[in-house]
């Protein structure tokens, strides 16, 4: 069993920054990959950032060059660095764990219960 806690999320203005953090509990020695995923009102969860377990990141084309993801080990936690925010980027923001294959992250079976990120002037 693994847990994952979010946090960080809050109301930020256009062009704001915000750091996301994803705790890792549990079975800490099962986790590889983590994600992270959003999701705004009516529309599906879509994964924006990826990071494996040997440091290499992957981002979704709409956020490149402003999110940047990286991991601490010793404290056992995930970021989510979130610059020059825009409104599309308001939305539930989750951590995930799961992996890579193939150079393409699949999400694995347990979730954070998210952290909600609303961008408003």
């Known amino acids: 069993q693994v847990q994952l806690v979010e946090s960080g999320g809050g109301l930020v203005q256009p062009g704001g920054s915000l750091r996301l953090s994803c705790v890792v509990s549990?079975?800490?020695?099962?986790?590889?990959?983590m994600g992270w995923y959003r999701q705004a009102p009516g529309n599906e969860r879509e994964l924006v950032a990826a990071i494996s377990s040997d440091g290499s990141t992957n981002y979704a084309d709409s956020v490149k060059g402003r999110f940047t993801t990286c991991r601490d080990a010793a404290k056992n936690t995930r970021y989510l660095q979130m610059d020059s925010l825009k409104y599309e980027d308001a939305a539930v923001y989750y951590c995930n764990s799961g992996g890579l294959i193939g150079g393409t992250y699949k999400f694995g079976d347990y979730w954070g219960r998210g952290t909600q990120v609303p961008v408003s002037a």
């Open positions: 549990g079975n800490i020695d099962s986790i590889n990959a």
